[in-house]
């Protein structure tokens, strides 16, 4: 199984509800990452996870909230989020060496927010 | 921090003339140069990348270029088609976890 999975494919919510995105794994990637991009623009990282703990945040607001249950699952817990979170938000995951990485980052096909 | 930059914004070419896209960054650790391809409201997939280790690599009509002296690598994509229209993105990664994207191309071909 060389693909990242991603459910749900859109989502809907108001400003007060909570939500998650999932993102699956099963290639024994143990560096996993969340991106949020906006149409047109680069991906934009949020968090990574390398072997199940939270390495870098890149000063993400605590309305979003990573986590990582085990090697191959990787959730976005939403709450409270503003319009201007709407975007596509993308799961990324690759492969871990002794030395740090030196290869391809594999994307999921992303979950599309829209927060009303 | 690595800085990566890609130019242009926008490029349109007539079908089967050949596109450019250049791209520069600043962290000399820098030893991973993917190029990422993204469809309107699809993911980015890689269409080549190249290791610090090499100069070029080609696939097809696709190749890349990559001078570590002066920090900046290509992408070349020659006899270009309608299906090559989407946005490009360059990327430099090091031996941490962090990919540092380019800001993107707009590349239109023209029938």
């Known amino acids: 199984d060389t693909e990242v999975t991603q459910t749900p494919k859109h989502l809907v919510m108001g400003m007060t509800n909570k939500k998650s995105l999932k993102c699956e794994q099963h290639?024994?990637?143990?560096?996993m990452y969340w991106y949020k991009q906006k149409a047109k623009k680069p991906p934009e990282l949020m968090f990574v996870?390398?072997?199940?703990?939270?390495?870098i945040n890149e000063s993400v607001p605590s309305r979003f909230s990573p986590e990582c249950p085990n090697s191959s699952l990787l959730n976005l817990h939403l709450h409270a989020l503003q319009p201007e979170d709407s975007a596509l938000y993308l799961c990324?995951?690759?492969?871990?060496?002794?030395?740090?990485?030196?290869?391809?980052?594999?994307f999921g096909p992303g979950t599309r927010l829209t927060v009303l | 921090g690595e800085n990566v930059e890609q130019h242009p914004s926008t490029l349109s070419v007539q079908e089967g003339d050949s596109a450019v896209i250049k791209c520069t960054y600043s962290?000399?650790?820098?030893?991973?140069f993917p190029w990422y391809k993204q469809e309107l409201g699809k993911r980015p997939q890689l269409i080549i990348d190249?290791?610090?280790?090499?100069g070029e690599k080609k696939d097809q009509r696709i190749a890349v270029t990559l001078n570590k002296t002066a920090k900046h690598f290509s992408l070349h994509i020659t006899e270009t088609q309608p299906e090559d229209s989407a946005v490009y993105f360059c990327?430099?990664?090091?031996?941490?976890?962090?990919?540092?994207f380019g800001t993107g191309t707009s590349l239109t071909v023209i029938p």
């Open positions: 990324a995951s690759r492969q871990q060496y002794s030395g740090g990485s030196y290869n391809e980052q594999f």
């Open positions: 290639m024994g990637h143990r560096a």
């Open positions: 996870y390398s072997y199940e703990k939270l390495s």
């Open positions: 962290d000399s650790a820098s030893n991973y």
């Open positions: 190249i290791r610090s280790n090499v």
């Open positions: 990327a430099a990664s090091n031996t941490g976890n962090q990919f540092y």
